[in-house]
């Protein structure tokens, strides 16, 4: 069997690639790294699948990822449900008034980040910014401060790009060094085997993709909602305001 399984692979060492390294006993640190590309590939759709399941009926409702779908087919039907949805545009965000002038609102809210109860509390141009946690694409809640004869709170969700760009890199950086080694291991331990592995491994690979950010993207927006609504309840007992 060992002398087999030599000249199996010196008969096809060479003849697969990654980056300019070859395949075969002596290139474990090439080997490695392409499997670790394949597998955070792979990894990268199921655990969106996993991640983004919910019923249809609660697709609207921020609850934790529902874990009985324990299979990939029951997951991917999950998802595709979601995705096709149709879509409701998000009602606006409250807007409040207050008879504190701008300063004394950046006081108060200072002193709320200072405490520890304002997550991520900061001063930007036209008022300040704050945490709107989300999973898995965080998001800013902006403040727009309007003085007046009563000052004026305006606020918006923005998505931070961190995570969004990272989900496309790595998709992108990942499928074909994932072609390579499938391709060379099935050709290594299947002597039958003859079509080009691309062929099923691209659509399997990208296909669930799309899906997966768009119920990412909706996931992350309810979220982000929901903190962004708690965090204006908020302001608006710190500052004594109306809404408006």
Same mark, same amino acid.
């Given at each position: 069997?060992?002398?087999?399984?030599?000249?199996?692979?010196?008969?096809?060492?060479?003849?697969?690639?990654?980056?300019?390294?070859?395949?075969?006993?002596?290139?474990?640190?090439?080997?490695?790294?392409?499997?670790?590309?394949?597998?955070?590939?792979?990894?990268?759709?199921?655990?969106?699948?996993?991640?983004?399941?919910?019923?249809?009926?609660?697709?609207?409702?921020?609850? +934790? @990822?529902?874990?009985?779908?324990? /299979?990939?087919? !029951?997951?991917?039907? #999950?998802?595709? $449900?979601? =995705?096709?949805?149709?879509?409701?545009?998000? +009602? @606006?965000?409250?807007?409040?008034? /207050?008879?504190? !002038?701008?300063?004394? #609102?950046?006081? $108060?809210? =200072?002193?709320?980040?200072?405490?520890?109860?304002?997550?991520?509390?900061?001063?930007?141009?036209?008022?300040?910014?704050?945490?709107?946690?989300?999973?898995?694409?965080?998001?800013?809640?902006?403040?727009?401060?309007?003085?007046?004869?009563?000052?004026?709170?305006?606020?918006?969700?923005?998505?931070?790009?961190?995570?969004?760009?990272?989900?496309?890199?790595?998709?992108?950086?990942?499928?074909?060094?994932?072609?390579?080694?499938?391709?060379?291991?099935?050709?290594?331990?299947?002597?039958?085997?003859?079509?080009?592995?691309?062929?099923?491994?691209?659509?399997?690979?990208?296909?669930?993709?799309?899906?997966?950010?768009?119920?990412?993207?909706?996931?992350?927006?309810?979220?982000?909602?929901?903190?962004?609504?708690?965090?204006?309840?908020?302001?608006?007992?710190?500052?004594?305001?109306?809404?408006?």
């Amino acid at each position: 069997m060992t002398t087999r399984w030599a000249s199996s692979t010196n008969a096809r060492r060479g003849s697969v690639r990654f980056s300019g390294l070859m395949w075969g006993t002596g290139n474990t640190p090439g080997l490695a790294a392409a499997a670790a590309l394949t597998y955070l590939n792979i990894g990268m759709v199921l655990a969106a699948v996993d991640t983004f399941t919910q019923p249809r009926s609660e697709r609207h409702a921020v609850v +934790a @990822p529902d874990k009985s779908c324990t /299979t990939l087919a !029951s997951r991917t039907d #999950v998802l595709w $449900r979601m =995705s096709a949805a149709p879509e409701q545009g998000p +009602a @606006p965000l409250p807007r409040l008034e /207050t008879s504190l !002038s701008p300063e004394q #609102v950046f006081d $108060r809210l =200072s002193t709320l980040a200072r405490a520890g109860k304002f997550a991520g509390y900061r001063r930007t141009p036209h008022g300040f910014a704050a945490d709107a946690y989300a999973v898995p694409f965080e998001k800013d809640l902006l403040a727009t401060v309007t003085p007046g004869e009563r000052t004026r709170l305006t606020f918006a969700l923005r998505t931070r790009r961190r995570i969004p760009v990272a989900f496309w890199v790595i998709a992108a950086l990942t499928v074909w060094p994932g072609v390579w080694l499938t391709d060379s291991m099935l050709r290594l331990y299947i002597s039958a085997y003859r079509i080009e592995t691309w062929w099923w491994y691209i659509p399997l690979s990208v296909l669930p993709l799309p899906w997966a950010w768009r119920v990412a993207v909706r996931k992350s927006a309810l979220a982000a909602r929901a903190a962004a609504e708690e965090s204006i309840a908020q302001i608006e007992r710190e500052l004594a305001a109306s809404r408006v």
